[in-house]
């Protein structure tokens, strides 16, 4: 019912930027929130950044004035613009759709930050 295409990963040098997208299709109502995740390779996935049910915008304290999670919501498009890029950063991102009793993932997208 919900599709989530992420695009915009790819290979960039520590302290560099980029911005990925995520595009979402099929039944978008109601209460809901958008946001991304990361996994890199032998860890858990974590929180980067999502908007809460109320719109407020939450990150994590890794990416905490580097990062910054945006929407367009006539396009169901939510953005992660990433500066200050670091090595740590490096990981698939998802996007996730949560509704109270569903979660929708996107594949995910390389992000790769070389020192």
């Known amino acids: 019912q919900v599709q989530l295409v992420e695009s915009g990963g790819g290979l960039v040098q520590s302290g560099g930027s980029l911005r990925l997208s995520c595009a979402a299709s099929g039944s978008i109502f109601g209460i809901y929130s958008m946001g991304w995740y990361r996994q890199a390779p032998g860890k858990q996935r974590e929180l980067v950044a999502r908007f809460s049910y109320d719109g407020t915008p939450n990150y994590a304290d890794s990416v905490k004035g580097r990062f910054t999670i945006s929407r367009d919501n006539a396009k169901k498009t939510v953005y992660l613009q990433m500066n200050s890029l670091k090595p740590e950063d490096t990981a698939v991102y998802y996007c996730?759709?949560?509704?109270?009793?569903?979660?929708?993932w996107g594949l995910g997208t390389q992000v790769t930050v070389s020192s």
């Open positions: 996730n759709l949560a509704r109270p009793s569903l979660n929708y």
